[in-house]
T-cell receptor
Framework: AAGVIQSPRHLIKEKRETATLKCYPIPRHDTVYWYQQGPGQDPQFLISFYEKMQSDKGSIPDRFSAQQFSDYHSELNMSSLELGDSALYFC??????????????FGQGTRLTVV | KNEVEQSPQNLTAQEGEFITINCSYSVGISALHWLQQHPGGGIVSLFMLSSGKKKHGRLIATINIQEKHSSLHITASHPRDSAVYICAVKGNQFYFGTGTSLTVIP
């Protein structure tokens, strides 16, 4: 069965560089969530999109932006990278718009290392 | 305030032992997930539950919606089960437990 696909799986960037992370949801899923998990830390909610519109915003730095495209994939754009941005970034997708979700899945994540 | 509480935080078991990890939550949810994460690794989805019980191989997950509680059981544990197990619940966003670090000793 198709799962949530994230690319790249690993990324190494230098300070002040930019990075773009991609998340491809399960087919027919219309909602994407982004999370950041620092080393030894709990996942932190960054941002979510429903039907290509931002639906909720968490602790996403102003240096980051994200969007969801017409094919429902989402991209997280990160600029002026800092050492503290090194983390696992993972996304989850679900089918919303109903009272109860029938399924939601998590991507394996992109491990970003800023050097 | 943690929306999701897991116990125990750390667990060491001998190979072959039966293991239980518990998760309690305080928010209204549409689903609960059990996730597995190996050191330095990504997220692996084990189960998604909205009611009842699911079984996959040696893993069993149960949920009691009324009591807002779920358990993950591992039967005949194996060293390769050593990982962090995370409970996540889906409300308006996902809320994560702090994880249970499991070490299975041969």
């Amino acid at each position: 069965a198709a799962g949530v696909i994230q690319s790249p799986r690993h990324l190494i960037k230098e300070k002040r560089e930019t990075a773009t992370l991609k998340c491809y949801p399960i087919p027919r899923h219309d909602t994407v969530y982004w999370y950041q998990q620092g080393p030894g830390q709990d996942p932190q909610f960054l941002i979510s999109f429903y039907e290509k519109m931002q639906s909720d915003k968490g602790s996403i730095p102003d240096r980051f932006s994200a969007q969801q495209f017409s094919d429902y994939h989402s991209e997280l754009n990160m600029s002026s990278l800092e050492l503290g941005d090194s983390a696992l970034y993972f996304c989850a997708s679900s089918s919303t718009g109903r009272e109860w979700d029938t399924e939601a899945f998590f991507g394996q994540g992109t491990r970003l290392t800023v050097v | 305030k943690n929306e999701v509480e897991q116990s125990p935080q750390n667990l060491t078991a001998q190979e072959g032992e039966f293991i239980t990890i518990n998760c309690s939550y305080s928010v209204g949810i549409s689903a609960l997930h059990w996730l597995q994460q190996h050191p330095g690794g990504g997220i692996v989805s084990l189960f998604m539950l909205s009611s009842g019980k699911k079984k996959h191989g040696r893993l069993i997950a149960t949920i009691n919606i009324q009591e807002k509680h779920s358990s993950l059981h591992i039967t005949a544990s194996h060293p390769r089960d050593s990982a962090v197990y995370i409970c996540a619940v889906k409300g308006n966003q996902f809320y994560f437990g702090t994880g249970t670090s499991l070490t299975v000793i041969p």
